[in-house]
DNA sequence: AATTAGCACTCAAGCTAAGTGAGTGCTAAC
DNA sequence: GTTAGCACTCACTTAGCTTGAGTGCTAATT
């Protein structure tokens, strides 16, 4: 039993309606909808192969049928059509785009609700990993109350600040000095991993002023640690609920339990990505159980050579898998330019 | 005909019942369970005159009551006990702050996830709102690519930091001096409102500057125009789907809509409070057409003595309306104290 | 050999009717 | 003023029935 044509246009034609429709295709909604030049009596004894073949899956005796896994499976891999940005599509992303947007952070935020908004499917992204990052400078303030602010900046311009209290707290203009010295003994260090000569000086070079060394280097580390964790952020949950998929709140809650805890999907979307492309994670695919009737579509973002962070897009199984693909790819191409326009070294 | 001391007794019944069971309550259950030493029959005259004065609603003819907008207006107003925090939640509010947490966002972020942990319900909260702050210090350095980092410290050690692109970048040790000068002239003075000579001063003592000093004024501009625009965030939305008063996922899904756009909610939560308790909008006292299904608990926060913001818990109208404040009252002081140990001028 | 028409069969979903029980309101007795 | 008793109401449940979409099989047709 080979797998022609005409099978896979019925099982297209499954595909999409049940996408549009989310009840299962009969034979004769596909014979009366879609242009095969057969009678629903052929599709039937077609559709029987196709279930044979474990593409497709009747619910119950009496059904029409659905896609299981695997269709989608063969349909994302080699039938669908992976079609450009649409018009209306491209406008919003320009528009967000246009807005003054100055944190990574923030932009996510949009750029995520855009996403959702797009699709009503819910958008799932991490915090950007920075990895092998230098630092550029540190700088130390005081506050009221002996607080002293620490600030470090990293080559890709990420900028992170910390109050910490301190027992001696030095006048501003000491502290600038003490600034550039760690500053220029830290400089284009790796965050991960200073240099311990590097430290040991620097604690003999500042003499006096230990406390401070050490917390400049306690922070250094917590935020290292800090982005070791991937922290994400889930946008557009809402809109799961339109699917008859979680019309029962029992699933509904369920899902959104699961996407609360995070460290699953975390896993998941850490993964390592192959190529540049986009992952797709159909039904089980994803190995969570409480996600099964789910389909996850992931992609990175990359901007700078050493920041890169993951954005994802999560629907029901029967999700619009051709354009989720062209809307992750065309939005995290606007994401690149903004944060490459943003923080590398234009203007050299 | 007059409350008298059994009718509130009744209604307590009722309402506790309800708030338990969520089922309407009938004569005899309060007999049975409650020790009023008088028979079902009683219970239903007294029953059918609480009805008649609009406390309890029988949602039709052969059902038990339950509490009205009104009934839980009279319960939280005269009724209700206000608990001090328990053990257990003391317990755990004691955890969360011994965790090094240092940015309020965070702080006020991990409160409301354990207040929607302690009482099962929504937690909804504003972002502090920064009044009549001044500045304390600002620093500028420069980063690379032409960017130059803005950062601004007002009392309360609240610090912000923007990145901004300028034409001519001068030296560090330069930017030191010029950060010196400008907040020598700025410090002290109200965000929202600086003293124009002193703009034209910086700007005559800065020359060849113009562009940075316009800039730093920009950012403060946007800081206080960032603050005026409340922002809310919401958690523990999830637990709402538990509660049966939403196990139509259309009713969730209109909740969860409305809670998304916020406009409305904001409005309330930025209601000027009348004093120093919580505030408490049972059903449609809200004004909120999709929220008449729920009450809402508020009450403000304050540090320093600029920083205020507003914290309040989401449930169905028959929340545990006693449970609730406590927890809240228990969460603010919580907040209070570690904000002010972390903000204040302690160590003067 | 592939396609199609026809028909018996299956089964979820929707409808109806009867039964159940929690709860009320009223009346008459205490 | 309180209570027992009883008729009445009405949402909810259950079982049985009907409906209709959809299948699988077979025999006829191309």
Redesign the pocket.
């Known amino acids: 039993m080979s797998l022609d044509e005409?099978k896979l246009k019925i099982l297209q034609a499954i595909i999409n309606d049940y996408i549009a429709t989310a009840?299962?295709?009969?034979?004769?909604?596909i014979a009366k909808k879609y242009d095969l030049?057969?009678?629903?009596?052929?599709i039937?004894?077609e559709?029987?192969d196709l279930?044979e073949m474990g593409f497709i899956i009747?619910?119950?005796?009496?059904?029409?049928?659905i896609p299981s896994d695997m269709g989608y499976r063969l349909y994302v891999d080699n039938i669908m059509k992976r079609h450009k940005l649409g018009e209306r599509e491209k406008r919003l992303a320009v528009s967000l785009i246009s807005k003054n947007i100055n944190q990574i952070q923030y932009l996510m935020d949009e750029t995520a609700r855009l996403i959702s908004k797009l699709t009503n499917y819910a958008t799932i992204f991490s915090d950007p990993i920075v990895k092998n990052t230098r630092i550029q400078k540190i700088q130390l303030m005081s506050l009221e109350g002996n607080k002293l602010m620490i600030l470090i900046a990293t080559d890709g311009n990420i900028v992170k600040h910390k109050i910490v209290e301190v027992r001696y707290l030095p006048e501003d203009d000491r502290l600038y000095e003490i600034s550039t010295v760690i500053t220029e003994m830290l400089k284009n260090q790796l965050m991960e991993n200073i240099d311990e000569n590097c430290k040991d000086t620097l604690y003999q070079e500042l003499t006096g002023y230990d406390e401070i060394v050490s917390l400049v280097f306690d922070t250094i580390e917590q935020f290292v640690a800090s982005v070791e964790k991937e922290k994400f952020h889930i946008s557009g949950t809402n809109n799961m609920l339109a699917y008859p998929e979680f019309s029962d709140v029992e699933k509904a809650k369920n899902l959104f339990q699961t996407l609360e805890k995070k460290d699953a999907l975390s896993k998941l979307l850490s993964e390592p990505k192959n190529n540049n492309d986009v992952q797709i994670y159909i039904g089980n695919e994803s190995g969570i159980e409480e996600m099964k009737d789910c389909s996850i579509i992931t992609t990175t973002y990359e901007f700078g050579n050493n920041i890169t962070g993951t954005i994802g897009i999560l629907g029901p199984t029967r999700m619009n898998y051709s354009q989720v693909v062209s809307v992750l790819n065309g939005m995290v191409e606007n994401i690149e330019d903004v944060l490459n326009n943003l923080h590398n070294k234009k203007g050299d």
């Open positions: 005409r009840e299962p295709v009969g034979s004769r909604t030049g057969v009678s629903s009596a052929t039937r004894n559709m029987s279930e009747q619910p119950h005796a009496s059904a029409g049928r």
